[in-house]
């Protein structure tokens, strides 16, 4: 079986981090960071990511010269026939869940997982469940 790969867009060093250790020693998926929007749209749409892990607030991305949200990007993956079908898990510190229900609706993710991180295994099998349901 090829190796999972997930694309971590995230403008905190240490959060991606995180996320890349434990996609990576748990679930033994390959990782690539950025917070490039052009770099997250390519790689969506090239066929090679079977998950992206997406912050709400990034905070250093521009796309057409304006600043963008995770979610903007998240609506333009979803938007694009050739990026619709990968999944995406929002990463967001807003942990009131109405809140993130309503910023995954708004957006078109999949799912949404609260930062930071407590459940490192429980974020591995939502991670595993999106990208086995898109398979």
């Not at 912050?55 to 521009?62: A, E, I, Q, R, T």
């Not at 304006?66 to 967001?92: H, W």
């Amino acid at each position: 079986m090829s190796a999972r790969h997930v694309l971590v867009v995230e403008d905190d060093p240490l959060n991606a981090q995180v996320f890349r250790k434990v996609l990576e020693k748990r679930a033994g998926c390959t990782i690539t960071i950025t917070e490039d929007p052009l770099e997250v749209l390519a790689l969506a749409r090239s066929g090679s990511v079977q998950l992206v892990v997406m912050d709400v607030s990034l905070h250093n991305s521009k796309l057409d010269g304006k600043p963008v949200s995770g979610l903007e990007i998240c609506r333009r993956l979803k938007q694009d026939p050739l990026s619709a079908r990968v999944p995406v898990l929002l990463a967001t510190a807003h942990a009131m869940r109405g809140d993130s229900e309503s910023l995954v609706a708004e957006s078109g993710a999949d799912d949404y997982v609260s930062k930071p991180i407590l459940d490192h295994q429980a974020f591995v099998e939502q991670a595993l469940s999106l990208m086995e349901r898109a398979a």
